[in-house]
């Protein structure tokens, strides 16, 4: 069974730029879910795909986008990176139902200067 | 609104004590409550889920639906239960509300 992996691990950009983030979700699993860590906070929900589509989006501007592929791997791209979107961004993916678990991966440190 | 509260940043215990990590949370609904665990170095994992009602290593946790509470109980903590807490509410949209979690230290 392969997990989930994000690449980077680590990222600096600054403000202004735009990134992308990449995720493959654990085999089996076909939803994927982005979501933010700030320092000292807990993970907060940015957007969640299924079949390819955005299925429910958390309180992100529309600049925080995504998508996913028919592999079920996924990106999350953020424009105009601001100073505040310095976080840990966290990729888990699930097998679609009622709150199925959430398999986490290990992250990408984003820090914008 | 919904929301997640892990009022300790810092749980201190020495081994063998017994641990309570509390969660309250908002919801108006018919909630779905996790605890999630991170070991250093590790990657967030799923502890347990109410639903299931089972222990997992040693730890329990019971929905109070009249408190709204989700406490994570153990009745002898080991050194190796020393990691970061967090509890988790879903919506049944496959969305999670995470709390700002409870760092546990486990003294010898």
């Known amino acids: 069974e392969t997990g989930v992996t994000q690449s980077p691990t680590h990222l600096i950009k600054t403000r202004g730029q735009q990134v992308t983030l990449r995720c493959s979700s654990q085999s089996g699993h076909n939803t994927v879910s982005w979501y933010q860590q700030a320092l000292g906070q807990g993970p907060q929900f940015i957007f969640q795909y299924y079949r390819e589509e955005e299925n429910g989006r958390g309180n992100f501007p529309p600049r925080f986008s995504g998508l996913q592929f028919p592999n079920y791997s996924s990106e999350l791209n953020v424009n105009a990176l601001e100073l505040d979107d310095s976080a840990l961004y966290l990729c888990a993916s699930s097998l679609r139902g009622n709150n199925s678990p959430l398999h986490f991966g290990n992250g990408t440190r984003l820090t914008v200067t | 609104a919904q929301r997640v509260t892990q009022p300790e940043k810092l749980l201190s215990v020495f081994k063998g004590a017994p641990v309570e990590l509390k969660c309250n949370y908002s919801?108006?609904?018919?909630?779905?409550l996790f605890w999630y665990v991170q070991y250093s170095r590790q990657r967030l994992q799923l502890l347990l889920r109410?639903?299931s009602r089972e222990s997992i290593k040693g730890f329990t946790a019971d929905l109070n639906k009249g408190e709204t509470s989700f406490h994570l109980k153990k009745p002898f903590a080991q050194e190796e239960d020393s990691a970061m807490y967090y509890c988790?509410?879903?919506?049944?949209?496959?969305?999670?509300?995470f709390g700002t979690g409870t760092r546990l230290q486990v003294f010898p």
């Open positions: 988790a509410l879903g919506d049944n949209t496959d969305k999670l509300i």
């Open positions: 109410h639903i």
């Open positions: 919801y108006s609904g018919s909630p779905e």
